[in-house]
């Protein structure tokens, strides 16, 4: 620019507030002096406005612009300066306030449109979509749409400024499809114990949605968990605390079976050597295995090798003991028993053929001493004479008098009434009962001075109820005579040894305490499954998948051969138990689970809710009950 | 269409005095100083009666009363006709005292209010308030609002004082120098005085030898005392050598007072002759023979460089040079002499001290008060000061100095020095100057530039403001606080003067309109009525320059070239 | 009367600490939150529009010259350095780069051209002062209009006088053919913002290849229609870069206020809909 450019005359103001600037300008021709009126039209169509003085027209021209121009104004007074109006154009402020008013306007236009059309009617996109859901409560809240969750979706503007200060909406539409073994908005689910102060917590704590269809529940970090617990710590490896002194081995097994005498003598014997397991898998069900490992039943693990046990262990309900004196009406006998002859009795001094015990059931079911020859001889022969006439109906009646249960059914079970009859009938005339061939096959059989019960197996009917009438009898015994009979012959078909199957050999007898305060003894007759852990999270299989099938039980199951397994089962009371094996350690874990390894957050062994559960109806069609027609 | 009309504003619509009467007229013209004058030497446009008539009047002050104030700008004269007045003498009365008023700045609410008040018309005037505000101002004036003193023998009995009685003219000098008042003078009885404004002063001059000699004499009586009192390496001394050292100083004047004038001739000259055309007040390697004090104007300083002279710096109001030279001759150095050229910018007044006066009241007490050699610069000005740090510049370095002197854009204390390197050209400034007064900006972005520098049309409240040189009317004046050079719209007649006055360009003209945008005419030859618009310098806005306040990026600022350091500190990042 | 200093490095510096400090501290916040089980998001959240607030005002600033706010240079200062903070904030916000709900995908669109148009800007406003006063020409915006039409005037005047004196066409008619063209409207403008020698290269290559074709005299016109074609050039080249300077906010500034409504509408949202 030339200096004189700046002169006074030569360079008026800029106005960059006024909102239009001259049209020819934005033409790139020489805009007019005036410039724009304040109304946007063109303030330059003439260059003055002609003055009539002494009936001359005169120009007046701006001298800024020039001054009075050579030819002046026209006769009638019009300036012969004009042109055509220009277009005045908005400035860029201008425009952009405009824009700035576009951009609002168009934001506030797509909400509202959102607003009043609902995507699911036609509208065009939802402008409070916050983001996809995760799948599954992308199908399941399908039907109900935003309101499944959020129940102020839908409602006015008074109830969201309610919502504005309402904390826990959310969270409670959550509980109308999920719910738990506790109270929902408690830690862990729980109800603990009411001195300890612990926030109620609230779904979203941890829990988020809208981040699309691939989104899991938010995984926690060890200093999320450290939020509420007292005792905090980094990582397995830093600070977490030792596991429990009998971890994983709380609870007494039902089933006897001591890992150490088995593996290191047993399945080394030659006679057993072939049936015996290879590896803990032999035993074991290691495929699809959670937090129990359980083994096969009795007869695939247990079977080949105690099968004979058991059958070799029999019951002797009654044994004829020595006699003093031969007290049976003869003619009756012959008349009950059928006899051909007479068989009259012989005047000889009586010698009785059996010089044996009593046997226990006997003695307690008649409640008579099993050695005092004096006191039991005329109750027995009373028995014996019965059984000739009725056979098992003395017993049935006996057994049927202990308890308000018919028992005798269950521990009479398959027993032939000849079978009683005859071997009453040879010992009332005093005489050892003959049996036809040996009783191989099992079964209730007599034998020369017993009547005996074979078992014909594991889990034979009979052996188990009479074990179980053993244990009910002998707690409910108000007479003391009676009662140590009854623990007398509880003892006796107890036996590991003697008692009838074995049973108890293999299966724990436990005392339990009921609400009243009662205590009875209770056999364990089936496999006791691992106690439940609910917060627990395990997996043998994938652990096992890793380290391989073959030695990998040992690396955290290790046998403890010192302890006394079988000690504690001596005892009803199962608290001082304790485990074939080491409890597992924290350094078990960490040999593979640590910070330079396979790093160990809580929730991969931890689980936070309880007994987590639908309650909501996931299908909409219910399965029909059959008709009953 | 309806043309809003106004009739042309004169010289003497706004007469000084309001109910100034042909009676008082009468009256002064039997006043001894007056009755002195000849009044056939006035012009028939310019009468003697209506000099007294529209440009002087009687005013009343009571006992007590201040008159004028040390510090203030002041546009008029005061002849005592009746009464008798102090003046108080140096150091002067402390600034509550003297009940100092001040520009009353809008208050928040005010100030907010300008938000709303954003025309899209420009320069709309309400015609009526211009009527009214004469007589606003005038009932001010009378009476009420004089400042007084609170305890005047204590005043009297703690400060040294002068008497002024009948017949005394006093205050001419801020008046006809642009300047502020040197003393503070107040009523010690109740008195009459009469009030000349500066352009009915102008006239007597202008017209009547006896006031002007009367005028120049006591000019250069009291501004010469006044100047040497303030100046730092005189203080020292007591009144008697004082008025020994002023009876000896020169009294020089060189150039013209209306430079301004010549400035554009000047502009367009060949730089190397425009500066030799200069008056040179001292030679570069002449023999030194006193100090030199700038009383008004400015001189440069330059030293010869190849074919022309390089500008070391410029000299002002205050500044004084030469103590150096004389020092180290006085001493006994041989040979010694100016170092530098000292020439007049346009109009300079200089007072010369010569070497005996120096030697004797100045060097002489230096040494008997201290031992061992005092180097003389340190009671140098600040400019001398700084003068060795002048010598070694490079001419790269002083380019931006050279510049400044030659465009004499050295006058302004407030220019608009905008860094076109930070610069986005965003017009905000502008903006906000429009802002700040209803929607007319006051100032344009364009201007001289010197590499990244623009010095913009703005006002620059120059020292010497010759603009107000030729108003008729006074409506450019000097606030009485503060100091920014004012242009009051109401008593503006639109004459140009000032406009056309002004070297740099930074006063224009507007055409005023009404309130729905026709231009307001005179109904007589329907002419616009012009008023003349200037930055005021944001004078009653809180935030002060709202031009300055508003660049987002720090590129503008008002300068004062003597003052500012203009070095790497204060281009782009 | 106080002369504004310019702003320091230090100045600088200093917002830009005390930016990095706050967003230390409002992550470190957020990461207490998330410990705590809370929702880290309300945090980060309310900060983020705090300082997006507080640099929206910024504009609000620029109409009221006449309060005394802080001066404005330290507004823009303020109002860059929390446009990074702000950023900043937003990924920290998201926990990544967006959002995915169709309106948190609006906003994170809206807010990112914002950002990068501010960068833009940011850049233009660091660097193209300085061009402009090196370009040999100062002219106001609004005034090039006036300029060039003047210069067209000159030139088409000189090409008369020319053909007038010498009687010879060359000049005129390459005026039609050619510089006509040029002496329209201001052109090159992209090769201007790019900084390019282009349109220097184009006039001097147009006046030179004319020169075969002109005598002494038509000459000299040549001479004084490069010239002025040379001060166009200049006037044009300040004609593209304060466009640029002057549209940019056009961008910048409507898309920041729909930012703005967005994030108001994203407010309600989540005070009424998320716990």
């Given at each position: ?18 909102p ?7 033409l ?105 859901l ?30 504005v ?40 704590m ?38 429990s002194?009998?971890f ?25 050597s ?12 290691i495929?699809?295995s959670?937090?129990?490992i ?28 020595e ?52 006191t ?44 009683l ?62 009662a ?44 006791k ?84 559960r ?16 | ?8 504003p ?20 039997t ?11 006035f ?14 009047r009687?005013v ?9 104030r ?17 003046v ?24 907010l ?51 002024l ?50 005028i ?79 009383r ?46 000292i ?26 008060e ?64 429009s ?19 623009m010095?913009a ?72 009525i ?12 809180i935030?002060g320059?709202?031009?300055?306040f ?21 281009s782009g990042? | ?183 329209q ?27 075969r ?54 407010l ?7 716990v």
């Amino acid at each position: 620019m030339e200096e004189n450019k700046f002169g006074h005359d030569q360079s008026q103001y800029e106005r960059p507030n006024l909102p239009y600037r001259c049209g020819r300008a934005s033409l790139w021709q020489t805009p007019c002096n005036q410039g724009p009126e304040a109304d946007g039209t063109c303030g330059g169509v003439r260059e003055c406005t002609p003055f009539l003085k002494n009936d001359r027209w005169e120009c007046r021209r701006d001298k800024r612009f020039g001054g009075p121009c050579e030819d002046g104004p026209g006769p009638g007074g019009e300036c012969s300066i004009q042109r055509p109006p220009c277009a005045p154009r908005s400035t860029l402020r201008v425009i952009r306030g405009r824009l700035v008013v576009l951009a609002v306007g168009a934001i506030l236009a797509l909400i509202g449109s959102s607003l009043v059309l609902d995507p699911r009617f036609g509208g065009v996109i939802s402008i409070s979509d916050a983001g996809p859901l995760s799948k599954s409560h992308a199908k399941f809240t399908e039907k109900e749409g935003c309101s499944a969750c959020h129940g102020v979706h839908g409602k006015g503007p008074v109830a969201w400024i309610k919502a504005v200060f309402d904390n826990s909406d959310l969270s409670i539409h959550c509980v109308n499809c999920h719910s738990f073994g506790g109270p929902s908005f408690k830690a862990h689910n729980a109800s603990l114990s009411p001195d300890r102060k612990v926030q109620d917590t609230q779904c979203i704590m941890c829990h988020r949605e809208h981040s699309g269809p691939t989104m899991s529940t938010r995984f926690l970090t060890p200093e999320q968990c450290n939020s509420c617990h007292k005792n905090q710590f980094e990582s397995l490896e830093h600070g977490h605390p030792e596991f429990s002194e009998k971890f994983p081995y709380f609870s007494r097994n039902s089933v006897k079976f001591d890992h150490s005498s088995h593996l290191k003598k047993h399945f080394d014997n030659p006679k057993f050597s072939d049936k015996a397991p290879g590896a803990c898998s032999g035993c074991h069900m290691i495929t699809l295995s959670d937090q129990e490992i359980r083994p096969e039943g009795y007869e695939v693990v247990c079977a080949s090798c105690h099968d004979s046990q058991i059958k070799k262990k029999e019951l002797i309900l009654l044994r004829l003991p020595e006699l003093a004196q031969d007290l049976i009406d003869r003619k009756s006998l012959v008349q009950a028993c059928n006899f051909p002859g007479s068989h009259a009795k012989v005047e000889e001094e009586f010698l009785s053929i059996s010089t044996e015990q009593l046997a226990l059931v006997t003695a307690f079911l008649l409640n008579i001493p099993e050695d005092d020859l004096e006191t039991y001889d005329q109750p027995l022969q009373d028995l014996i004479f019965s059984m000739a006439e009725d056979s098992y109906a003395p017993f049935a009646e006996l057994i049927d008098g202990q308890s308000e249960n018919s028992m005798s059914e269950n521990l009479l079970a398959s027993l032939n009434p000849e079978v009683l009859k005859r071997a009453a009938c040879s010992w009332g005339l005093n005489q050892e009962y003959e049996p036809p061939a040996e009783a191989r096959f099992g079964g209730w059989y007599a034998d020369m001075l017993e009547i005996r019960y074979k078992p014909a197996g594991h889990a034979d009917p009979v052996a188990k109820s009479w074990v179980e009438f053993a244990l009910a009898v002998s707690t409910k015994q108000g007479e003391e005579d009676r009662a140590s009979r009854a623990i007398a012959m509880r003892e006796q078909i107890l036996s590991v040894k003697d008692g009838v199957g074995g049973c108890v050999k293999c299966h724990a007898v436990t005392e339990v305490k009921n609400s009243k305060g009662d205590s009875r003894l209770v056999v364990e007759w089936n496999y006791k499954n691992d106690d439940e852990r609910p917060y627990m999270r395990y997996k043998h299989d994938n652990h096992i998948e890793i380290l391989g099938t073959k030695r990998s039980c040992a690396n955290c199951h290790i046998l403890n051969k010192e302890v006394d397994y079988m000690a504690s089962y001596k005892e009803y009371d199962p608290g001082n138990w304790v485990s074939n094996f080491e409890s597992i350690r924290k350094k078990t874990c960490m040999q593979c689970h640590s910070e330079t390894q396979i790093n160990l957050e809580c929730q991969r062994c931890h689980m936070y809710h309880f007994k987590p559960r639908f309650k909501k109806d996931m299908l909409p069609v219910k399965a029909e009950p059959p008709s009953s027609t | 269409m309806t043309v809003t009309t106004q009739v042309r504003p004169q010289r003497w619509d706004q007469p000084f005095g309001l109910f100034m009467t042909d009676q008082d007229v009468e009256r002064l013209l039997t006043v001894p100083e007056i009755s002195a004058i000849e009044e056939s030497k006035f012009p028939t446009h310019c009468p003697l009666r209506g000099i007294l008539k529209n440009d002087a009047r009687i005013v009343k002050y009571s006992a007590g009363d201040i008159v004028i104030r040390e510090g203030d700008y002041g546009n008029s004269a005061f002849l005592v006709l009746d009464g008798s007045l102090k003046v108080v003498l140096f150091p002067g009365l402390p600034g509550e005292t003297l009940g100092r008023r001040t520009i009353r700045k809008k208050n928040p609410w005010q100030a907010l209010k300008q938000l709303w008040n954003q025309r899209k018309i420009p320069e709309v005037r309400d015609v009526k308030r211009y009527g009214l505000q004469a007589q606003v101002r005038e009932a001010e004036d009378l009476g009420a609002a004089h400042v007084f003193l609170q305890d005047v023998p204590a005043i009297l009995d703690k400060n040294k004082t002068a008497s002024l009685g009948k017949g005394a003219l006093f205050g001419e000098l801020a008046a006809l120098g642009r300047t502020p008042r040197t003393s503070t003078i107040f009523a010690e009885t109740d008195a009459e005085l009469l009030e000349i404004r500066w352009q009915g002063l102008r006239e007597f001059r202008k017209y009547d030898q006896g006031w002007r000699r009367l005028i120049d004499k006591r000019y250069r009586a009291n501004a010469l005392n006044a100047h040497l009192r303030a100046t730092s390496i005189f203080s020292h001394l007591n009144d008697e050598d004082l008025q020994e050292v002023a009876d000896a100083t020169l009294f020089e004047t060189y150039g013209k007072f209306d430079w301004h004038l010549t400035y554009n001739k000047l502009q367009t000259q060949d730089k190397t002759h425009g500066m030799k055309d200069e008056p040179v007040i001292a030679h570069q390697g002449a023999y030194s023979d006193g100090i030199l004090l700038v009383r008004a104007g400015f001189a440069r300083v330059s030293i010869d460089r190849g074919n022309g002279q390089q500008t070391l710096t410029y000299l002002g109001t205050g500044d004084f040079y030469g103590a150096d030279e004389l020092y180290r001759a006085w001493k006994g150095d041989t040979g010694v002499s100016m170092r530098v050229t000292i020439t007049a910018l346009g109009y300079a007044e200089m007072l010369r001290v010569p070497s005996k006066s120096v030697e004797k009241h100045l060097f002489a007490y230096w040494s008997a008060e201290r031992e061992g050699e005092r180097h003389p610069s340190q009671h140098s000005s600040e400019k001398s000061r700084r003068m060795q740090d002048f010598f070694d510049k490079t001419l790269t370095d002083g380019a931006l100095m050279e510049w400044a002197v030659e465009e004499r854009f050295i006058n302004g204390t407030q220019a608009m020095l905008i860094n076109l390197d930070r610069c986005v050209r965003c017009d905000d400034c502008v903006q906000a100057c429009s802002a700040a007064h209803g929607g007319n900006p006051r100032f344009i972005r364009h201007g001289k530039t010197f590499e990244n520098w623009m010095v913009a049309n703005a006002c620059m409240h120059c020292a010497d403001p010759v603009c107000m040189i030729g108003c008729p009317t006074g409506a450019i004046h000097r606030s009485m606080s503060g100091g920014m050079v004012i242009i009051n719209d109401d008593t503006c007649i639109g004459c140009e003067t000032c406009a056309n006055s002004c070297p740099y360009s930074n006063i224009r003209m507007v055409s005023i309109r009404d309130e729905v945008g026709n231009f307001i005419t005179d109904p007589q030859n329907q002419k616009p009525i012009l008023k003349a618009t200037k930055c005021d310098l944001c004078a009653d806005q809180i935030s002060g320059p709202a031009c300055v306040f508003a660049c987002p990026h720090d590129a503008m600022r008002r300068v004062d070239f003597g003052e500012t350091e203009l070095d790497e500190n204060t281009s782009g990042l | 009367m106080k002369i504004h200093q310019g702003y320091s490095l230090v100045r600088v510096w200093g917002y830009v600490g005390f930016a990095s400090l706050l967003f230390l501290v409002t992550w470190v916040w957020t990461i207490q939150i998330d410990r705590a089980l809370g929702i880290p998001t309300f945090a980060s959240g309310w900060v983020l529009f705090g300082i997006l607030t507080f640099i929206a005002l910024f504009s609000a600033r620029k109409r009221l010259p006449f309060l005394p706010l802080a001066p404005s240079s330290r507004w823009f200062l303020l109002h860059a350095v929390g446009g990074f903070l702000a950023l900043f904030l937003f990924w920290l916000h998201t926990g990544g780069v967006g959002s995915k709900g169709f309106y948190g995908q609006v906003l994170t669109a809206l807010f990112y051209i914002t950002s990068i148009s501010g960068m833009v800007g940011l850049a233009m406003e660091k660097f193209y002062p300085r061009q402009l006063t090196c370009s040999g020409a100062e002219v106001i915006y609004e005034r090039i209009p006036g300029e060039i039409a003047e210069i067209r005037e000159e030139v088409e005047s000189q090409v008369l006088k020319c053909t007038e004196e010498t009687g010879s066409s060359t000049l005129a008619e390459h005026y039609l053919e050619t510089l006509n063209w040029y002496f329209q409207k201001p052109r090159f403008f992209m090769n201007n913002v790019f900084g390019s020698h282009l349109s220097q290269h184009w006039v001097r290559q147009q006046c030179m290849i004319l020169e075969r074709f002109l005598d002494e005299k038509e000459r000299g016109y040549l001479d004084r229609v490069f010239m002025l074609a040379e001060k166009k050039r200049k006037i044009d080249f300040q004609y593209a870069l304060q466009t640029l300077l002057k549209t940019w906010l056009l961008v910048h500034i409507p898309l920041a206020g729909a930012v703005m409504a967005m994030v108001f509408w994203h407010l309600i949202l989540i005070l009424v809909f998320f716990v």
